[in-house]
């Protein structure tokens, strides 16, 4: 059987349409759902929209419209978005489905059966943008740590008993030490359930829209709650245990950082205190900033994921997002950087690359993969470079280091431009054309290797290269590394793939 591997984006809000950091973290989890595909296991990428809460229920009502038609049209622009960006998720999940209902309903009774819950009342800070309560003490200046303004809300509330999971969530960090990356992230969470845990406001009564909690309809339930279930109603908890225990033990959740908390400590122990076990793994990656500002629509500074495509291409948008900034990391988007990345990368290192060989391939090789007699040493070391960079790069990938999985395979495309420049098949078309013929075949072998290593990282242009070396679609995932090329096989005229930016 194939060995399972289920990655999950966020479920974004509703409440305003996508921007670049909503792509950002889909892009990265593509990277990777594309990665363990081509290596040959099975994969389940989620990623959606969440549309409960009051946050939603709010921008519903300024646009006066009544949140299901409000979160349909909305829902709808993440996935034109995701389409456009050719995400490759096998499910576009959503809160609002009945199915998911059933699950939070489910957990709901879980955790009722097992004592978990009682109700009471909540007074205290709540900030609708974080969809969070906050503690006296977190308050400043009137806001939440994270600057969303609060308000003092004053309602009946059942609670989640999660100051008795202080304990339980410790001894689970400590056994699980790759549960939380990166190490900074995993230290913080550790030092905020060390400072103690006060049980958790879980259902709402001053709001509508959302789950109702069963056998009590005046509550609905948290938006927290309801949505981090999303993770196991999409993949068959409790309608499909098959394929839930297939996928829950190879479960990684790709999240930014200001979501931490809710995934690292609220997540785990609403899992346990359910009787199910936690997920394997939790990532979570740093903010972008525009020009070093946060972004943010009342300072006008959004970048549009769409115009950027519109104008550069998928693949562009995508390479540099993922190799500018270690994944972790904050990061900053400015045209400069932008536009830099790609003439070098793009253009001067892998367009160049593929540009001159196949193109002198076609002209002097009668448009065919050259047959090769007696390789060298260096022409060996070259083609057994791939699969050492795979090696590598499967390591990185475990541990989501993307940008230096990607620096990795780029390390590869200077060799084969360096290799390339201390051969000079150039000079040998009158003197040596048999030598020729073989230094053209191990660079047209060697890019072949170097665009299925490249598939999860700028998946149309490698496709395309493939396309060019006649490869067929079936013969580009990681085993078929170690096929060769088969000489003379006529290539089409080969098109320049990488436009330069001026
Ligand atoms: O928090 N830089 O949804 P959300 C990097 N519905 N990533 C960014 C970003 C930025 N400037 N802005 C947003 C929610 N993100 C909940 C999640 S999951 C069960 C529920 C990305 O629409 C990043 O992944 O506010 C962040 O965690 C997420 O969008 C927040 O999306």
């Not at 981090?228 to 033990?249: R, T, V």
């Not at 993969?369 to 040493?377: E, F, G, H, R």
């Not at 699969?387 to 590598?392: E, P, R, S, T, V």
Request: charged content about 25%.
């Amino acid at each position: 059987m194939k060995k399972a591997f289920y990655i999950t984006s966020p479920i974004y809000y509703v409440n305003d349409v996508p921007h670049i950091g909503h792509a950002y973290t889909t892009i990265a989890c593509d990277m990777l759902a594309r990665f363990y595909r081509q290596k040959g296991q099975d994969v389940l990428f989620l990623t959606g929209t969440d549309e409960h809460g009051q946050k939603i229920e709010k921008s519903a009502a300024a646009k006066n419209m009544q949140p299901k038609d409000f979160v349909d049209n909305i829902s709808k622009s993440f996935e034109d978005l995701f389409h456009k960006l050719k995400i490759s998720h096998t499910v576009f999940a959503r809160t609002t489905t009945p199915e998911h209902y059933k699950t939070v309903q489910e957990m709901w009774r879980r955790l009722k059966e097992n004592d978990q819950i009682y109700l009471g009342s909540y007074s205290g800070w709540y900030a609708v943008r974080d969809e969070a309560f906050y503690s006296e003490d977190e308050i400043k200046d009137g806001k939440a740590p994270t600057g969303a303004p609060v308000e003092y809300v004053t309602e009946p509330s059942y609670f989640f008993k999660l100051s008795e999971w202080q304990e339980p969530l410790l001894n689970f960090y400590r056994d699980n030490p790759d549960f939380i990356a990166p190490e900074s992230r995993r230290n913080e969470v550790i030092r905020f359930v060390e400072g103690g845990l006060r049980d958790l406001s879980i259902s709402r009564t001053s709001i509508k829209w959302g789950v109702p909690v069963p056998d009590d309809e005046n509550h609905v339930i948290y938006v927290w709650l309801d949505a981090l279930n999303i993770y196991i109603s999409s993949i068959g908890f409790p309608h499909n245990l098959e394929q839930f225990e297939k996928f829950w033990p190879e479960s990684l959740h790709i999240v930014g950082k200001d979501i931490l908390r809710f995934h690292a400590v609220y997540w785990p122990a609403f899992l346990m205190a359910a009787g199910l076990t936690p997920p394997k793994r939790l990532f979570a990656h740093g903010w972008w900033t525009k020009d070093g500002e946060k972004i943010s629509k009342s300072t006008g500074n959004v970048i549009d994921p769409v115009a950027l495509v519109d104008q550069y291409g998928n693949d562009p948008f995508r390479y540099f997002l993922l190799r500018e900034v270690p994944f972790g990391h904050d990061g900053d988007f400015s045209n400069t950087a932008f536009i830099h990345r790609l003439n070098a990368d793009l253009a001067n290192t892998y367009g160049n690359l593929v540009q001159r060989t196949l193109a002198f391939v076609y002209k002097h090789n009668e448009g065919k993969i050259p047959t090769p007699s007696d390789l060298s040493p260096e022409d060996q070391e070259l083609l057994a470079l791939p699969a050492q960079i795979l090696k590598d790069m499967e390591k990185l990938m475990a541990e989501q280091a993307l940008s230096r999985a990607i620096e990795r395979a780029w390390e590869g495309l200077f060799e084969g431009n360096r290799y390339m420049d201390i051969q000079k098949p150039w000079t040998l078309k009158a003197t040596d054309p048999s030598r020729m013929a073989t230094i053209l075949y191990v660079l047209c072998d060697f890019i072949r290797q170097m665009a299925i290593l490249t598939s999860s990282i700028v998946p149309e242009l490698s496709s395309q290269i493939l396309s060019q070396l006649c490869i067929d679609p079936n013969h580009r995932h990681f085993d078929a590394l170690s096929t060769q090329l088969i000489p003379e096989t006529p290539i089409p005229e080969p098109k320049p793939l990488v436009q330069k930016i001026i």
